[in-house]
């Protein structure tokens, strides 16, 4: 947008691929959204200037630099965007909660992580709510001389337990703080610098922060999970914060190099100087001397977690540290004005300041990292090479040498811990995008399951009676169930097997049907098949054949073999999660159809005889995209080469 298109274009398209390479959706988003705020900011100025053809030939330039940057990135995008659709990131098939539906994440999954709209201070005072959840108040706090009064035990440890968090989010590792210095020179800024890159920080933190209060102001947030453009994909609204971070300090450092270059008169930026400095150290100090203000520093959980007699300390431990953190914003604040006014008399030169605010930005930023990121969480190399020790019930579960079979754990959450996966092939695990069909099953089926079993477990009835009709956590053929890390697994005897044969089949019209129907039906006879699948059996009638089988020989991530013989046609069920996107169907090497049943599994028609069965997984959205990364690397290269040349014929006919 400055006149050099083909080289800002050149880099844009460069360093667009680099953060796309990196693998984090959500952030590249928020950069678009900076992207974005930008271009609008950029086109204003462009129509009141007058400047509208420059501007669109400066858009062509970047979209160009856009294509070239999703094309090298093209494998990975392709397949991200195709298995995307089927996770809980995609739309939903059942029609119950549809209010609480939008085209990606269910809203109040979505709004979970809103930062509170008072919470936003913490931007200037980190301890404005507590910190983190784990923070605690120590012992030299209100909250340890009142339990050791009581003649609480343990104190050291029960101290630990009472968070000094206050906070809107569930919980936290902690707040958003991007420095009191960095909030001072944001400030600085917006008195200072003037024209585009003014308005579209301003604009770009405004926006960040209004997203990120999320379900505290619903209406615009369930507005957007609706229009806005891959939006409801993403999860956290706390997260936009991360556009402050980039805006804030950007802001800020801008305004110092007018004002260290000269490019400011001194009337101007003196004038700003002063209303950042009381606007910042104003708030810090007000907080500082009266917390009080800041509301009643208590937490919805608080009757929970606390007893009556032990909530004012903790109340007052909280507003303790937000006077202390205000403080501390306040004396940042002011060294950083200090030294700048030190400059301004021409008592220190420009680097001295420079190394002088660098180190207290360092020192201010570093401090706080430090409260949540410190020698605790420091893990040794012989740690890390072994993050989960074997227990015994992982010993013996592995003396098992089958080729493939499943545990599932049931102490704490098995769908949010993964420890079970570092062993053994597992019914749970945890993924921020697992399959929406999956979800479902774990939503309506394992987890009333698993809490039948336990019951029935934890009343005296005979394992085999609890187990028996677990119909959904059988077909996922789970042979090992783990209660204790330190004791033997129950083995369960009716885990249905790599695959199985069915001798009956119900058609149902939808979803809904389908994942209730599952309730009803026995899966080690019968199947429940969508009417979109129905053509596969329409017309065929399977018989039970008592000598029938099908083994699994070989087992890869992306390849499976099995050898089946059977005196008939039969209906065949695999242990398998269902995904059409490259999954591929042979039947002694020719390729057949394969469809889902059961909601979640994949099944096929087996011709009567002895056969040879595989599954591979061989995706065209992957193989296709690496030709078009390939061929939009290589343009990128010719670009860059292309454009290099040109400027060393410049500089030669110059020096001619």
């Known amino acids: 947008f400055r006149g050099k298109q083909i080289p800002g274009a050149i880099l844009f398209a460069l360093g667009l691929s680099l953060e796309l390479l990196a693998g984090h959706p959500q952030?590249?988003?928020?950069?678009?959204?900076?992207?974005?705020?930008?271009?609008?900011?950029?086109?204003?100025f462009a129509i009141k200037e007058k400047a509208i053809i420059?501007?669109?030939?400066?858009?062509?330039?970047?979209?160009?630099?856009?294509?070239?940057?999703?094309?090298?990135?093209?494998?990975?995008?392709?397949?991200?965007?195709?298995?995307?659709?089927?996770?809980?990131?995609?739309?939903?098939?059942?029609?119950?909660?549809?209010?609480?539906?939008?085209?990606g994440l269910d809203k109040d999954y979505v709004v979970q992580w809103s930062y509170g709209i008072d919470e936003t201070m913490t931007l200037l005072i980190p301890n404005f709510k507590g910190g983190s959840t784990l923070t605690n108040p120590g012992e030299n706090s209100e909250s340890y001389k009142t339990m050791q009064e009581k003649g609480v035990q343990n104190l050291k440890q029960n101290i630990r337990g009472i968070s000094m968090y206050h906070g809107e989010q569930p919980f936290t590792s902690g707040p958003v703080y991007v420095g009191a210095i960095v909030v001072f020179l944001f400030f600085l800024g917006l008195f200072v610098v003037k024209g585009v890159y003014k308005w579209w920080l301003l604009s770009a933190t405004v926006v960040s922060i209004v997203l990120s209060w999320g379900g505290n102001v619903m209406g615009l947030t369930s507005f957007l999970l609706d229009h806005l453009p891959l939006y409801n994909k993403f999860r956290a609204p706390s997260m936009t914060l991360v556009i402050a971070q980039i805006a804030m300090p950007l802001l800020g450092?801008?305004?110092?190099?007018?004002?260290?270059?000269?490019?400011?008169?001194?009337?101007?930026?003196?004038n700003g100087f002063k209303w950042a400095a009381i606007i910042t150290g104003g708030i810090s100090l007000i907080f500082a001397v009266l917390p009080g203000i800041a509301g009643d520093f208590s937490n919805a959980f608080d009757s929970q977690r606390f007893p009556e007699w032990l909530i004012d300390s903790v109340i007052a431990d909280r507003e303790s540290l937000l006077r202390a953190?205000?403080?501390?914003?306040?004396?940042?604040?002011?060294?950083a004005a200090g030294a700048l006014y030190l400059w301004n008399l021409k008592k220190i030169q420009t680097n001295l300041f420079i190394g002088v605010l660098g180190v207290l930005i360092l020192v201010d930023l570093w401090a706080v990292d430090k409260r949540y990121l410190n020698n605790d969480n420091f893990v040794s190399k012989r740690e890390a090479a072994n993050p989960f020790p074997e227990m015994p019930v992982d010993k013996a579960i592995l003396q098992d040498k089958d080729l493939?079979?499943?545990?599932?754990?049931?102490?704490?959450?098995?769908?949010?811990?993964?420890?079970?996966?570092?062993?053994?092939?597992?019914v749970g695990g945890y993924s921020a995008a697992k399959l929406r069909r999956y979800q479902e099953m774990i939503e309506h089926h394992f987890v009333p399951e698993m809490q039948q079993m336990i019951k029935g477990l934890q009343a005296g009835t005979p394992p085999d009676s609890v187990l028996a009709p677990l119909s959904a956590i059988n077909m996922m053929n789970s042979r090992y169930l783990i209660y204790d890390l330190n004791s033997p697994p129950l083995r369960n005897e009716f885990a249905l097997g790599n695959a199985w044969f069915v001798n009956d089949f119900k058609v149902v019209e939808n979803a809904d049907q389908e994942i209730e129907t599952l309730k009803n039906i026995n899966p080690a006879t019968e199947a429940v098949i969508d009417k979109r699948f129905a053509e596969n059996v329409n017309g065929k009638t399977f018989v039970k054949d008592s000598t029938s089988n099908i083994v699994l020989t070989e087992y890869k991530p992306n390849y499976l073999k099995y050898n089946a013989r059977s005196a008939s046609e039969q209906l065949t069920v695999f242990s398998e999660i269902y995904y059409a996107n490259g999954w591929t169907a042979y039947i002694d090497g020719q390729e057949v159809p394969h469809f889902r049943v059961n909601y979640i599994l994949r099944a096929l028609v087996l011709p009567a005889g002895e056969?040879?069965?595989?599954?591979?997984?061989?995706?065209?959205?992957?193989?296709?995209?690496?030709?078009?990364?390939?061929a939009s690397s290589l343009l990128l290269l010719i670009a860059i080469a292309g454009y290099a040349f040109s400027e060393y014929r410049k500089r030669r006919t110059k020096k001619e």
């Open 325 to 335: 953190d205000a403080f501390r914003s306040f004396l940042f604040i002011a060294l």
């Open 611 to 630: 056969h040879t069965v595989e599954f591979e997984f061989h995706p065209a959205s992957y193989y296709t995209g690496n030709k078009v990364s390939f």
């Open 253 to 270: 450092f801008i305004a110092l190099n007018e004002i260290l270059s000269g490019k400011t008169e001194k009337k101007a930026w003196v």
């Open 27 to 44: 952030i590249t988003y928020y950069g678009l959204i900076i992207l974005a705020i930008y271009g609008i900011v950029e086109l204003i």
């Open 54 to 103: 420059p501007f669109s030939k400066s858009v062509l330039f970047l979209l160009a630099g856009v294509i070239v940057a999703v094309g090298m990135n093209f494998s990975r995008l392709y397949t991200s965007w195709e298995y995307s659709k089927e996770t809980i990131r995609g739309p939903s098939e059942l029609t119950s909660n549809n209010e609480n539906k939008t085209t």
């Open 404 to 426: 493939y079979y499943r545990v599932l754990p049931l102490q704490g959450d098995p769908f949010q811990d993964a420890r079970a996966s570092y062993y053994h092939k597992n």
